[in-house]
């Protein structure tokens, strides 16, 4: 990592995240497939070794989409009362839009916030006196 660079402001990295760009750079990929991350930056040379999202953003999508398919199924439901193949041919498709759709852009937002506020593991403070 370049210790002399200038800082990022967080406008621009919230950017790059959902572009799915390198966090440092901009420039180069993040995914070498759909939510495959490639083992470094092809532009900036940025080893993303120290990326550790997990299932950040896969959790955050099924809590948004889960409000507002359910929210929206309970107001058709209660209102029109339609038959359940018709939720199911209105539901899964949003369902599918608002969980796969947004997946890339969620998982490399929460890496460029995981570079940009420097994030990592939890160090122990040696507490012993000198």
């Known amino acids: 990592m370049v210790e002399n660079a200038a800082p990022i402001p967080l406008t621009q990295t919230v ?17 070498a497939g759909f939510i495959d991350l490639k083992p470094s930056c092809d532009d900036c040379g940025l080893d993303y070794a120290f990326i550790d999202v997990g299932d950040g953003a896969s959790v955050f999508l099924i809590m948004i989409a889960g409000a507002i398919v359910v ?18 041919a209105l539901w899964l498709p949003l369902i599918l839009a608002t969980t796969i759709a947004p997946l890339r852009p969620m998982k490399s937002l929460l890496i460029a916030l995981q570079f940009h506020h420097k994030a990592s593991e939890g160090q122990l403070i040696d507490r012993t006196p000198k």
Do not use: D, I, M, S
Request: with cysteine.
């Open 71 to 88: 929210g929206c199924a309970l107001v058709v439901e209660v209102k029109y009362q339609p038959p359940f193949w018709l939720h199911a």
């Open 15 to 31: 950017l790059r995240g959902l572009a799915c760009k390198c966090p440092r750079c901009g420039k180069g990929k993040l995914f």
